[in-house]
């Protein structure tokens, strides 16, 4: 009689994935080596982004003029204060999503637009001959924030002209392009791979490096229910924050998020020190409450001495 091998059923069934990002590996210290090393500015910007907002590198990319809340399209600049909204169309979660920007991300896309928006000169081809001609683009809606500007010739946009390649295989290649100038830029930092002698298989910095440094620095600073709102995470518990809950969480964590612009840091250290003196005002009150209701026990406790002292007269 045959003997039936039964596999173990343990080494069958795999674990699931953690839904929690890795502790960041990065350090502040070197986003800033990164973002000072890329020349680009619509790459440098888009980096930042990343490392301040925490979403998803491929959703990022499809960020748009439109996504912009609080943003005057005519004078490239916000308004108020700056929020991006996202309809969750190409999030993984699916579920749309409104974020508050960092000061120094909003300066940097005001940067980055007038710089798309430029006037300038191009020289292409037009019935045969070369032109040159003076052009100053105009801003749309439409127009993604981290992508070549509509008009340039760029393979993205000679690929979204032809109607065979959809838009999500154009998508890929943005993507893929813009990923590998980033491989570039730690290369040539000699940021070192996985490994011990960082001969490893895998980059230790990649563009989702970003999305774990903002989820660490958010639960560091807050707790894990902010991290997972920030980054765009599933359902949570932070969903029933109030809008000034959700406004001040972020103002304790945006200096952590800010990479050049001192502005926010100075803000927040001004804030804590009128919390400080406050928080000083009310200890020295409540010191004061405590000695005078310590001499008013010292009073009551001799009264009652000398009443119990007294001898009452005879009737």
């Known amino acids: 009689m045959h003997s039936i091998y039964v596999p173990n059923a343990k080494a069958l069934v795999k674990s699931p994935r953690s839904n929690e990002p890795d502790t960041s590996p990065i350090e502040k210290k070197t986003i800033v080596s990164i973002l000072m090393a890329i020349s680009d500015i619509r790459l440098r910007s888009y980096v930042m982004y990343l490392a301040s907002a925490g979403w998803r590198a491929t959703e990022s990319l499809t960020m748009t003029i439109g996504n912009l809340e609080n943003f005057d399209i005519n004078t490239l600049k916000f308004t ?11 999030a993984k979660t699916k579920k749309g999503k409104r974020r508050q920007l960092t000061n120094e991300m909003a300066r940097q896309i005001e940067k980055l637009l007038a710089w798309n928006y430029r006037p300038r000169r191009v020289h292409h081809k037009i019935d045969g001959k070369w032109v040159n001609r003076k052009i100053t683009p105009t801003p749309k809606i439409t127009d993604p924030l981290f992508a070549p500007y509509h008009s340039e010739v760029s393979e993205y946009y000679k690929q979204a002209q032809n109607s065979k390649v959809s838009k999500e295989d154009t998508l890929a290649n943005l993507y893929g392009a813009t990923s590998k100038k980033f491989r570039q830029t730690t290369d040539r930092l000699s940021i070192k791979w996985e490994g011990e002698n960082g001969n490893g298989n895998r980059r230790v910095v990649t563009l989702h ?3 774990r440094f903002v989820y660490t620095q958010c639960k560091r600073v807050v707790d894990e229910g902010y991290a997972k ?9 932070y969903d029933k924050a109030t809008p000034d809950e959700i406004a001040e969480d972020f103002a304790r964590v945006e200096p952590y998020l800010t990479f050049f612009d001192t502005s926010a840091v100075e803000q927040r250290q001004e804030s804590l020190e009128k919390e400080q003196l406050k928080t000083r005002a009310d200890v020295a009150r409540l010191e004061e409450q405590i000695a005078e209701l310590r001499a008013a026990s010292i009073r009551s406790h001799e009264n009652k001495e000398i009443l119990d002292n007294t001898e009452l007269p005879m009737s």
């Open 209 to 211: 490096t970003m999305r």
């Open 80 to 90: 108020g204060t700056p929020f991006i909204n996202a309809s969750g169309k190409h």
């Open 229 to 237: 709102y920030h980054t765009g995470r599933k359902t949570h518990e």
